[in-house]
């Protein structure tokens, strides 16, 4: 009888041990991606950073597959770096805007982009590489910060 008695415990005591359910929303962050192109060049033009909750996925293509072939590196992120990109984020406002802003990749000066994908939908916004957007920011900064430890 004291044999069932524990056991009823110790079963009880792992069952209500049991880890909350993370809640899933529409506005629930999948991804985001950071992406650098030059289209007038030749070699490795295209960058790519995708950065998820645990993972961030990091590759490198041309306009020349051949030559270039795609190379892709695959990263465990923490959630430390993955709170530095969504926490200051203000998705209602970045979801407003238009889908591109000056002049991206005139005159081969690169384009770079932000892509979000929710639950309800992907949004991206492109701009002039390197130049500095406050409508984007801390999200650029950090952005730019974390892929340049993933390019090295």
Same mark, same amino acid.
């Given at each position: 009888?004291?044999?069932?008695?524990?056991?009823? !415990?110790?079963? =009880?005591?792992?069952?209500?041990?049991?880890?909350?359910?993370?809640? !899933?929303?529409?506005?629930?962050?999948?991804?985001?991606?950071?992406?650098?192109?030059?289209?007038?060049?030749?070699?490795?033009?295209?960058?790519?950073?995708?950065? %998820?909750?645990?993972?961030?996925?990091? =590759?490198?293509?041309? !306009?020349? =597959?051949?030559?270039?072939?795609? @190379?892709?590196?695959?990263?465990?992120? =923490?959630?430390?770096?993955?709170?530095?990109?969504?926490?200051?984020?203000?998705?209602?406002?970045?979801?407003?805007? @238009?889908?591109? +802003?000056?002049?991206?990749?005139?005159?081969?000066?690169?384009?770079? +982009?932000?892509?979000?994908? /929710?639950?309800?939908?992907?949004?991206?916004?492109?701009?002039? +590489?390197? %130049?500095?957007?406050?409508?984007?920011?801390?999200?650029? /900064?950090?952005?730019?910060?974390?892929?340049?430890?993933?390019?090295?």
């Amino acid at each position: 009888m004291k044999l069932l008695i524990f056991l009823a !415990v110790l079963l =009880s005591v792992f069952t209500a041990c049991e880890t909350p359910k993370k809640v !899933v929303s529409d506005d629930t962050i999948i991804s985001i991606t950071h992406g650098t192109n030059f289209g007038h060049c030749r070699g490795y033009c295209r960058k790519e950073v995708i950065f %998820t909750e645990d993972k961030v996925i990091y =590759s490198q293509s041309g !306009v020349d =597959s051949t030559a270039t072939p795609v @190379k892709t590196e695959e990263f465990g992120n =923490s959630s430390k770096d993955w709170s530095k990109l969504v926490d200051p984020l203000d998705l209602k406002k970045f979801n407003n805007m @238009k889908e591109s +802003y000056g002049c991206p990749d005139c005159a081969d000066g690169g384009s770079e +982009y932000i892509e979000i994908r /929710t639950m309800k939908g992907t949004k991206r916004v492109t701009i002039e +590489y390197g %130049t500095a957007f406050p409508d984007l920011e801390p999200l650029l /900064t950090e952005l730019r910060t974390q892929r340049k430890k993933v390019e090295n």
